[in-house]
């Protein structure tokens, strides 16, 4: 059985960094697409960061560009978020999903075959 499970968030104050890490179990995603979505009260779940195997190439969605960083660590079979400079409109629950072809938009939600269980991040100004 294929699990993601997020882990790092928490509450921070505005400015503060915070890394989450993203753990794959079941099997190992070193050539597939993995991404960060964020989901905020009352909102729909938006494209944070993408890593592509296909081509090494990260995407970053224009309000995190600068202050994020996606990275992965294949021989943990898991991938991180670094977040600098956090901002309290960075509050939401931060989800981390995987597929395993190249069908649709890498920043479409619908995209992705697995996701992990979200994790909270809440910044305060």
């Known amino acids: 059985q294929v699990q993601l499970a997020e882990s790092g968030g928490g509450l921070v104050q505005a400015g503060a960094s915070l890394r989450l890490s993203c753990t794959a179990s079941g099997r190992t995603f070193s050539t597939d697409d993995m991404a960060w979505f964020r989901q905020a009260p009352g909102k729909g779940r938006e494209f944070v960061a993408g890593?592509?195997?296909?081509?090494?190439?990260?995407h970053y969605a224009d309000s995190v560009k600068g202050r994020f960083t996606i990275s992965r660590d294949n021989a943990k079979n898991t991938v991180y978020l670094q977040m600098n400079s956090l901002k309290p409109e960075d509050t939401a629950v931060y989800y981390c999903?995987?597929?395993?072809?190249?069908?649709?938009?890498?920043?479409?939600?619908?995209?992705?075959?697995?996701w992990g269980q979200g994790t909270q991040v809440t910044v305060s100004s």
């Open positions: 999903a995987a597929r395993l072809g190249y069908l649709g938009h890498y920043s479409y939600a619908g995209a992705y075959d697995y």
């Open positions: 890593d592509s195997r296909s081509g090494g190439i990260t």
